[in-house]
Nanobody
Framework: QVQLVESGGGLVQAGGSLRLSCAAS????????MGWFRQAPGKDREFVSA????????YYADSVKGRFTISRDNAKNMVYLQMNSLKPEDTGVYYCAIDTTGSSQYNYWGQGTQVTVSS
């Protein structure tokens, strides 16, 4: 009943910027928070950033702090990830997820969008 759709991925040169979007929809969406994760080939999926829907409090992985900014649109149930100063190590498939229980458990995931940063 919950659908997540990511968009905005693509190919960008190192030092460039990219903005990812994710829309959550469904008949009933209890949105406690949304987050972004990424996975590089042969690597485990890792946490990138998250935002609380009620307070707007943000969280960032150390590897992206100062370069990425997460934001939300409460009315549209959308989350964004502005990525600046991109590095080749940022390359991977980026997934958005939603916490519908309030327990910080991401129980629904999108299909992912590819981000490739060239040297």
């Amino acid at each position: 009943q919950v659908q997540l759709v990511e968009s905005g991925g693509g190919l960008v040169q190192a030092g460039g910027s990219l903005r990812l979007s994710c829309a959550a929809s469904g008949r009933t969406v209890r949105n406690y928070g949304m987050g972004w994760f990424r996975q590089a080939p042969g690597k485990d999926r890792e946490f990138v950033s998250a935002i609380s829907w009620s307070t707007g409090k943000t969280y960032y992985a150390d590897s992206v702090k100062g370069r990425f900014t997460i934001s939300r649109d409460n009315a549209k149930n959308m989350v964004y990830l502005q990525m600046n100063s991109l590095k080749p190590e940022d390359t991977g498939v980026y997934y958005c997820a939603i916490d519908t229980t309030g327990s910080s458990q991401y129980n629904y995931w999108g299909q992912g969008t590819q981000v490739t940063v060239s040297s």
